[in-house]
């Protein structure tokens, strides 16, 4: 079955700097990739997704790329802000449409 | 808001008891899912309703059952309650029953077992 790994599980950056989070699945037919922001004594918010026919997707300050190839997808912060402080979660859709999900990394923004 | 209500908000109940957690959809959505995440811990898939029919189970323990009613508000119960099963459990809703769309997820009910 489909299995989701996330890296990193912590991941600090300069407020300004850009973040980068890591995901690998292993089913090759999965088609969507979503990423949920999680803020503390909150719920998951969806984010932004990316679908397998297409490479990347943007929105504002956001992008997610995915490597069909490689079975990896990315999502990329730039220039970050105290509110982007959060745990990010990715999930990869399996056969049965069920959502597979990584791990979560909590992205911590330094003043 | 997302429009997906759960309640309570919090329950401190003792080992061996009987909980139920409600959650209501947001407006026309017709599925609905269970999660429970521990401390620091990832999301763990537990069942989903469609349209009030059992739809996909994932990790969800014997002791814990779920319904959810023509009204398409849903209940999850968990009985038997050991230590273990203090967590925050979120309820999420979405239109259709693939998972192919967004979720919209409550805040959570959290739950403390002593």
């Known amino acids: 079955g489909e299995n989701v790994e996330q890296h990193p599980s912590t991941l600090s950056v300069q407020e300004g700097d850009s973040a980068v989070i890591k995901c690998t699945y292993s089913?090759?037919?999965?088609?969507?990739f979503p990423w949920y922001k999680q803020e503390l004594g909150k719920g998951p918010q969806l984010i932004i997704d990316?679908?397998?026919n297409v490479g990347e997707k943007k929105d504002q300050r956001i992008a997610v790329t995915l490597n069909k190839t490689a079975k990896h997808f990315s999502l990329h912060i730039t220039e970050t802000q105290p509110e982007d402080s959060a745990v990010y979660f990715c999930?990869?859709?399996?056969?049965?449409?069920?959502?597979?999900w990584g791990a979560g990394t909590k992205l911590i923004i330094k003043p | 808001d997302s429009g997906v209500t759960q309640t309570p908000k919090h329950l401190i109940t003792a080992t061996g008891q009987r909980v139920t957690l409600r959650c209501s959809p947001r407006?026309?959505?017709?599925?609905v899912y269970w999660y429970q995440q521990s401390l620091d811990q990832g999301l763990q898939f537990l069942i989903q309703?469609?349209?009030?029919?059992?739809?996909a189970k994932g990790n969800i323990l014997e002791r814990f059952s779920a319904q959810q009613f023509p009204d398409l508000h849903s209940e999850l119960n968990l009985s038997s309650l050991e230590l273990g099963d203090s967590a925050l459990y979120f309820c999420?809703?979405?239109?259709?029953?693939?998972?192919?769309?967004?979720?919209?997820f409550g805040e959570g009910s959290r739950l403390t077992v002593l």
């Open positions: 999420a809703s979405s239109a259709g029953q693939h998972n192919t769309g967004e979720l919209f």
């Open positions: 407006s026309g959505d017709l599925s």
């Open positions: 309703y469609y349209n009030g029919e059992e739809r």
């Open positions: 089913d090759s037919a999965s088609n969507y």
């Open positions: 990316i679908r397998s």
């Open positions: 999930a990869a859709i399996d056969s049965n449409y069920q959502l597979i």
